[in-house]
């Protein structure tokens, strides 16, 4: 049977704030206790560890490798003992401060526009919202779209979305239409300022699937600002529907290549922190908020009857 002791989350804090104030008398001056009385804790903790944390001298402490390690966990520790206090006493209510990164298309059509009312909804929530392509570590939620990096974070999809090849009508009326993905060696295309996992376009070709791309005539560093490019006549670019949906519906932006599109999608989740510890209230809330109010459908092209592509499904 597992050993009960409740002087485990104690000792714990006693050890962390040691570190923090770099010192037995600093941290026994902080924690109303005597240094001999700290002293004796630290050394019951490494005995019953069977590991040294510190190395004494008169003039500093220093932590051991081992030391290091348990101080970076007990600090976790600590801070979600604290939340699981903390939402336990409020009943679980969603309160603090809340990072979310997003991309900037996503973020900007299907994001911003939720966040008054999931801030009515959660009135002791204080929102910090990063709308970039970088992922920025330290957000409770970050939002991405593409393939996921293998890692330790929990992953709840949004939706997913189907690519097309676009260009503006003023660009197809200069340039003409590409009749064929080799035609795009004759035209000027919109590329990234970033390294993607496939450097070309890929298009469908009977049984196979190849690659092609226009040689770029400007890059850009997210997809608002390329989608804007496009709509500008600079050059064609490959987008997903979540994004230019409105503009191709609207006329704004033609599809070009539909013959040859190979149908791939790029999906959409919403990731976070996840272990056996209470997830913050306030993360869940939004996870669930987006789950409920931020998903993103699936549909096709056609042409309708004027000619124009309509999005169905």
Known sequence: MARFDTNRSAEMEVFVRV???????????????????????ISRLEARLGARLVNRTTRK??????GQAFYERAV????????????????????G???????????????????PRFLE?????????????????????????????????IARKLGTSRMVVVGAPDYIAR???????????????IGWTFPRSIRGWPFRRGDRTEEAVPPPVARASDGEAARRLCLGGVGLAR????????????????????SYNPG???????????HTAPLPARVRAFIDFLAEHARVSDPALKRAGDGRWKLVG
Do not use: W
């Not at 959660?122 to 409770?140: G, I, N, S, Y």
């Open 19 to 41: 570190v923090d104030l770099g010192g037995f008398t600093q941290a026994a001056r902080k924690l109303r206790l005597t240094p001999s009385g700290v002293s004796k804790l």
């Open 175 to 189: 340039c003409g239409t590409p009749k064929t993905p080799a035609d795009l060696a004759d035209h000027r295309g």
């Open 264 to 274: 791939d999608r790029e999906d959409i989740h919403a990731v976070y922190v996840g």
């Open 97 to 115: 401060r809340l990072t979310v990164n997003c991309n900037i298309p996503f973020g900007m059509l299907h994001v911003m526009p939720l966040i």
């Open 239 to 258: 987008l997903a529907l979540f994004h230019i949906g409105p503009d191709i519906e609207s006329g704004r932006l033609v599809p070009v290549l539909q």
């Open 121 to 153: 909804q959660h009135p002791d929530v204080t929102l910090d919202l990063v709308l970039t392509d970088l992922m920025q570590e330290r957000a409770d939620v970050a939002i991405r779209v593409g393939p996921l990096r293998a890692s330790r974070l």
């Open 61 to 66: 402490l220093t932590l051991t490798e081992e």
């Open 76 to 95: 976790r520790i600590l801070a979600e003992m604290e939340e699981a206090e903390r939402e336990a006493a409020s009943g679980a209510a969603p309160r």
